[in-house]
C-alpha cells in the first residue's frame, strides 16, 4: 500500500512560481508512476504530468508544457512539480496520483494511489 501526501500549495502572484512536493510511503519501485492532476471548481481532475520513478522520464498535458517539469528525490521518496509562469487559469486543487504497475498512458484517472490535494491560487 502507498500512501500520498501532497504539500507546497498557496497563493502566488501572476507570473510567479510554485513547487509542489508529494511524499510517498511504502514500498516505491523502479516502476512506479507518480502522476499530478489538477481539478478545477465543478469539474473532474485534469492531467498535468507524470514522471517515471526509475527512469526520471516525464509526460506532460500540452497546456503546461514549457512551463511545468517535475523531478524526484528517490532516497526520500518525494516528487515535485515545479510550476513557472503561473496564470490564473492554474488556480485549482493539484492531486499527486501513484501506480506501481507499469504504465503506458499516463493521463487516465485510474491510478490507485492519491494525495487529498492542495490548494493552488494564482492572483492578478
Known amino acids: 500500500q502507498v500512501q500520498l501526501v501532497e504539500s507546497g500549495g498557496g497563493q502566488v502572484q501572476r507570473g510567479k512560481s510554485l513547487t509542489l512536493s508529494c511524499t510517498a510511503s511504502?514500498?516505491?519501485?523502479?516502476?512506479?508512476?507518480m502522476s499530478w492532476f489538477r481539478r478545477f471548481p465543478g469539474k473532474d481532475r485534469e492531467f498535468v504530468g507524470a514522471?517515471?520513478?526509475?527512469?526520471?522520464?516525464?509526460n506532460f498535458d500540452d497546456s503546461v508544457k514549457g512551463r511545468f517539469s517535475m523531478s524526484r528525490d528517490r532516497a526520500k521518496k518525494i516528487g515535485y512539480l515545479h510550476m513557472n509562469n503561473l496564470q490564473p487559469g492554474d488556480t485549482a486543487v493539484y492531486l499527486c496520483?501513484?501506480?506501481?504497475?507499469?504504465?503506458?498512458?499516463?493521463?487516465?484517472?485510474?491510478?490507485?494511489?492519491w494525495g487529498v490535494g492542495t490548494q493552488v491560487t494564482v492572483t492578478l
Open positions: 511504502g514500498l516505491i519501485f523502479s516502476s512506479f508512476t
Open positions: 514522471i517515471n520513478w526509475g527512469s526520471g522520464n516525464t
Open positions: 496520483g501513484g501506480d506501481s504497475r507499469p504504465r503506458t498512458t499516463f493521463s487516465g484517472t485510474d491510478y490507485p494511489y
